[in-house]
């Protein structure tokens, strides 16, 4: 499914936040020039459920949600905005 015509430009950027409540974090940020995510899409995997009249048109935003929770992450996606922030908590392993 094609949610965009024409040329996109996509930037990929990762960066960390230090905090003190938490000790940090690395946030993956993916930015395109495009009309963003379809707000359907969006509304569906932040209720954390599908119902007939609220549903996503595809499964790739929710593979992505179900991925980042189970990596103890927050997966962060506005209507209207074709920004997707991934944030995570480096693990204490990779210290």
């Known amino acids: 499914m094609t949610h965009n015509d024409g040329n996109v430009e996509i930037t ?3 960066t960390t936040e ?10 993956l940020r993916v930015d395109d020039d495009a009309n963003g995510l379809p707000a359907l899409d969006i509304e569906a995997v932040k ?12 499964l790739a ?7 980042v929770t189970k990596s103890d992450g927050e ?3 506005a209507p209207n905005n074709a ?12 210290a």
């Open 18 to 27: 230090n905090t003190d409540s938490d000790g940090g974090s690395v946030v």
């Open 83 to 94: 920004t997707l922030k991934v944030q995570m908590t480096p693990s204490s392993a990779a």
């Open 47 to 58: 209720a954390g459920e599908e119902t007939p009249l609220n549903h996503a048109e595809g």
């Open 61 to 67: 935003l929710w593979c992505l949600e179900w991925t």
């Open 75 to 77: 997966l962060l996606v």
């Open 12 to 14: 990929v950027s990762v």
